[in-house]
């Protein structure tokens, strides 16, 4: 019968790991992400969770677990990660090539990289003749020139607004 006793103290996951040990059930469990060293209080978080643990959004970076004999293994946002996964030494993060941007409240995929004001409205069917695409960072929303191009990291948000025409 296995041990279901669950220990006080903190678990680091790459000492049992590289012992090649079990790792036990704990309270807290000490993993690594990109060598940063963060606590996760429960065996089994999803893959969002142990992304913003870090600071990072599934929008723009891909999690992928880390394996002692150097397997690596692609984790879903939303997928649940067994931390007592023999073998699991941690984890690192790598910026997704296509991410999700948000235009209008709605999410849309697209290239990580400069982009055009026309190809992110053209997610929408728009074009620059027609409307104004704005972009929201820490404040109100500002409109972006057309003929600048829009750096893509990801997780980016977006509004597009009917361009007004002429005068009153």
Partial sequence: MENQHILDLEVDLLEFAQRGA?????????????????????????????????????CAFELIEEFIHHENDVVEPSETVDLRKPGLKGFITAHKEIVTIFINGEPYPIDRGQRTVAEILSKLGQTPEGYILLEEKDGPPLPLPDNQPVKVCGCEIFHSQVRSGGSS
């Fill in 22 to 58: 079990e790792i036990p059930r704990a309270r807290v469990y000490r993993v690594r992400i990109d060598g940063e060293e963060v606590k996760v209080e429960t065996s089994c978080p999803t893959g969002e969770l142990l992304l913003s643990k870090v600071g990072k959004r599934p």
